[in-house]
């Protein structure tokens, strides 16, 4: 089982900025797919950045320009940095995680990689608050 941590929420003025971080075992971060969801009670839960085994990433319109995913494969974790945070961002943040295959990097391409379904192993989720 993949064990995902992450660090970093917390409360912010609008316009402020954030960056979580996310640890994830040593056989997941490198070629596996990753990505970045949020929840807000009572809706389901969005997609916002997903990255593949080959490094293809992909961003939900609403925080492209704003929120950048990196990959830091030295140290199996993975950041979201978050600027121009705005009161609409306030959510429960989760870290997620496809593991490889024997043979090859995790291959999801595009906009399946904000599928939910997609990805089997999910960190406990960090709080994010923006205040207006």
């Given at each position: 089982q993949v064990q995902l941590v992450e660090f970093g929420g917390g409360s912010v003025q609008s316009g402020g900025s954030l960056r979580l971080s996310c640890e994830a075992s040593r056989d997941i971060s490198s070629r596996g797919c990753m990505a970045w969801f949020r929840q807000i009670p009572g809706k389901e839960r969005e997609g916002i950045v997903g990255i593949n085994g080959y490094g293809s990433t992909t961003y939900?319109?609403?925080v492209k320009g704003r929120f950048t995913f990196s990959r830091d494969n030295t140290k199996d974790t993975v950041y979201l940095q978050m600027n121009a945070l705005r009161p609409e961002d306030t959510a429960m943040y989760y870290c997620a995680a496809a593991r490889p295959s024997s043979?090859?990097?995790c291959w999801i391409y595009?906009?399946?990689?904000l599928q939910p379904g997609a990805f089997t192993s999910w960190g406990q989720g960090t709080q994010?608050?923006?205040s207006s």
């Open positions: 939900v319109d609403s043979s090859a990097p595009g906009s399946d990689l994010v608050s923006v």
